[in-house]
Structure formats: structure tokens, C-alpha cells
């Protein structure tokens, strides 16, 4: 099946500094991938959506200002969280979309868990 | 109207057991119904998923029953074993809305030996 990745996979940070996860595609070739948090034992919230060679577009309540993404490339989407404060301390996922011709699937990483102290 | 309910929260089911968790959806226009399963500490992996034009779609001991007029679709785990234990996520999409997911909240499922 499609492989999607993420790093890294543990982060411990300090209050103010930023952190940058990566979102990559091993095996496809994603135009959109997605950006979420998982609080625990919650759903799945969506964050926002990343699209290759456009500006993200973020859910109602998501600062943009505060969670940077960048879709560089067709496998690569990067989520900075900047000047972290303890209440980001959060398990962030990506996921990526395989077209298939009418069966296209969205995979998830295999998430990233943030401390921020 | 976007909202997709799931029930129980959480089951405990013996081992080789029938596990059955439930959706409703009011959005008549989703058309994609996955099901995935997550591990503690891990992403969410796609287990099984049916589009409205099917009742019923079965893989391995997984399958899923979809219920177009009463707006419901079940996920049935055959022969549940303790590997089976994790959380499951039921979803649904539809074709204008960029692949985006409406989710379930998530059933914590139990397999006692």
C-alpha cells in the first residue's frame, strides 16, 4: 500500500522556539495533503489543507500565522509550529492523497508527537 | 448536517466474537465511506471503504453494510481477535470537497482473550 511519513516522530521543545514536522509521500505523488491534531482520545481535527504550489487553506480557528505550511514539492508538506507554548503539546498527523481514477485514497502518516515545556 | 455519528464509544467483545460498530450520516451528498483503524501512538491506516452504488463490501474478516435510504453504514469484524484491539474510525467524504474527511468520533474496541 501507499507509504506516507513523518519526522520527526518524538519532539520535545522548549516554550518560544519553533518546530518543523515533515509530511513526505514515499511512493506517490500527492497534490493535496492534509494537516491534523489528535488531542487523547479524541477524533481527528482538522487543521488545514496543503496543496502543491498554492497557499494552504486553513480550518475556522487555526491560526496561519501560527502553524506555517508549506507544500513544496508533489511528496513534501512541512507544518512549522512557531514560538510553541505548552498548549500545542498535541499529536499532529498528516495524511496524503493518492489519485487513483476514481479511487483515490487519503493515507496518514504515522503521526508526530509534540511536548512543548 | 456534516456531522457523522458513531456509536458505541467503546465494546468489549470476547475473542472470535462478532464486533459491530455503527455510522449515521444526514449529508445525502457524501459518496465515500472509509473506515480506519488507529493504533495507541500511531496514524490512522484506511481498513476497508464503500461507495453508496454497494450494500455491502466484504475484505477478510472485515466488512462493511451500507444502508443508502436509512443513511447508516456498520462495520463488522469476524472472528474478533486481541490483535483486533485499537480504535476505529468511521468517515465520509464526497467528490467536491477536495478529499476532505468528516469523522466519526471513534470507537475503542476490546478483544478479551
Known amino acids: 500500500g501507499a507509504v506516507v511519513s513523518q519526522h520527526p516522530s518524538r519532539v520535545i521543545c522548549k516554550s518560544g522556539t519553533s518546530v518543523k514536522i515533515e509530511c513526505r509521500s514515499l511512493d506517490f505523488q500527492a497534490t493535496t495533503m492534509f494537516w491534523y491534531r489528535q488531542f487523547p482520545k479524541q477524533s481527528l481535527m482538522l487543521m488545514a489543507t496543503s496543496n502543491e504550489g498554492s497557499k494552504a487553506t486553513y480550518e475556522q480557528g487555526v491560526e496561519k500565522d501560527k502553524f506555517l505550511i508549506n507544500h513544496a514539492s508533489l511528496t513534501l508538506s512541512t507544518l512549522t509550529v512557531t514560538s510553541a507554548h505548552p498548549e500545542d503539546s498535541s499529536f499532529y498527523i498528516c495524511?496524503?492523497?493518492?489519485?487513483?481514477?476514481?479511487?483515490?485514497?487519503?493515507?496518514f502518516g504515522p503521526g508526530t508527537r509534540l511536548t512543548v515545556l | 448536517q456534516q456531522q457523522v455519528k458513531q456509536s458505541p464509544q467503546s465494546l468489549i467483545v470476547q475473542k472470535g466474537g462478532i464486533s459491530i460498530i455503527n455510522c449515521a450520516y444526514e449529508?445525502?451528498?457524501?459518496?465515500?465511506f472509509p473506515w480506519y483503524q488507529q493504533f495507541p501512538g500511531k496514524g490512522p491506516a484506511l481498513l476497508i471503504a464503500?461507495?453508496?452504488d454497494v450494500s455491502e463490501k466484504k475484505e477478510g474478516r472485515f466488512t462493511i453494510s451500507f444502508n443508502k435510504s436509512a443513511k447508516q453504514f456498520s462495520l463488522h469484524i469476524m472472528d474478533s481477535q486481541p490483535g483486533d484491539s485499537a480504535t476505529y474510525f468511521c468517515a465520509a467524504s464526497f467528490m467536491d470537497s477536495n478529499y476532505q474527511l468528516i469523522w466519526g468520533a471513534g470507537t475503542k474496541l476490546i478483544i478479551k482473550p
Open positions: 495524511s496524503a492523497v493518492r489519485l487513483a481514477g476514481g479511487s483515490d485514497t487519503q493515507y
Open positions: 464503500i461507495r453508496p
Open positions: 449529508n445525502t451528498a457524501f459518496d465515500y
